[in-house]
């Protein structure tokens, strides 16, 4: 089982101490065994954690930033809000992170939900299902610009003249799809994922997921096998680490390769948590298999 770090606290204070944090914390967690050092994709601090108006650093700059401060680990967003970056530029965006890393870029994906962001900020909040043929389309515009057709496309959200993208990515970056949802988001994992990351971690739950999954996957002719779970298993691992381990014996008996964990808002010492993944979890998630 590999563990990847999931880093949402941007502590309160100095601006300045906000890049050394950062370039610590993605350092300890390469060295530390993680598989992945993964940033959501906001601009205010998310009010079930913290306050909105708490410091959250913008994604894509955040990763560019860190692939110059790592070697090894890969880098995403878990996951980019579809809302927030027209399709050209954002494939534009994964490519040129994964040139800079040296092949590192995943492309986390999702449909967005944090309404106060858009309305403060000006970005459209469509409706729901608009906002899953918005993500839809992107995912195939994403596609093409990775692939030898530079032709145009022509969508019902997106049009695009030209799908010019040089350089190509050194790896066409892993398409990660986040959610859950039954009818719609598992249904994109089916047809367009190499990774879906879970948030259920309720292990019979989760086995009824990956059951509609496959009968997606059925629909579509695809492979499950082709397509590597992971699950967002943001609990402190350190408060039960024995019941924690448990549970994700379960999840990878149910196929799950990876998970996320990774320190929440209000704790003092990020790169510290971090540091003890390395010490004392990632060597006993690497027992399990």
Not at 253 to 274: A, K, Q, R, S
Request: proline share 7%; glycine share 10%.
């Amino acid at each position: 089982m590999e563990l990847a770090v999931h880093f949402i606290d941007f502590l309160p204070g100095d601006p300045a101490a906000l890049g050394p944090t950062l370039a610590d914390a993605a350092k300890a967690a390469e060295q530390g065994g993680a598989t992945l050092f993964t940033l959501a994709d906001h601009f205010f601090q998310m009010e079930n954690l913290a306050r909105a108006e708490d410091p959250f650093l913008e994604g894509y700059t955040s990763l560019g930033f860190l692939a110059g401060q790592t070697a090894e680990i890969d880098l995403s967003l878990l996951v980019t809000g579809v809302t927030y970056r027209y399709p050209g530029m954002l494939a534009k965006a994964v490519t040129t992170l994964d040139v800079l890393s040296g092949g590192r870029s995943m492309f986390g994906i999702g449909a967005a939900w944090y309404d106060r962001e858009h309305t403060a900020l000006g970005f459209p909040y469509p409706p729901l299902s608009t906002r899953f043929e918005m993500l839809e389309e992107t995912l195939q515009i994403c596609l093409q610009m990775w692939s030898d057709d530079n032709g145009p496309y022509n969508g019902k959200h997106y049009q695009l003249a030209e799908t010019i993208c040089e350089p190509q990515p050194i790896r066409r970056p892993p398409i990660l799809i986040g959610g859950d949802g039954e009818k719609k988001t598992l249904r994109l994992v089916a047809q367009y994922a190499d990774i879906w990351n879970s948030t259920t971690t309720e292990v019979d739950e989760l086995e009824h997921k990956i059951d509609v999954l496959n009968r997606h996957c059925d629909a579509v002719g695809r492979d499950p096998g082709e397509i590597r779970k992971t699950v967002g298993f943001l609990v402190d691992p350190f408060e039960d680490t024995d019941g924690y381990l448990k549970t994700t014996e379960r999840f990878a008996e149910l196929g799950v390769e990876m998970i996320n964990v990774g320190p929440f808002p209000g704790n003092p010492d990020p790169v510290g948590f971090i540091r003890r993944l390395g010490d004392e979890l990632i060597p006993r998630l690497a027992q399990i298999a």
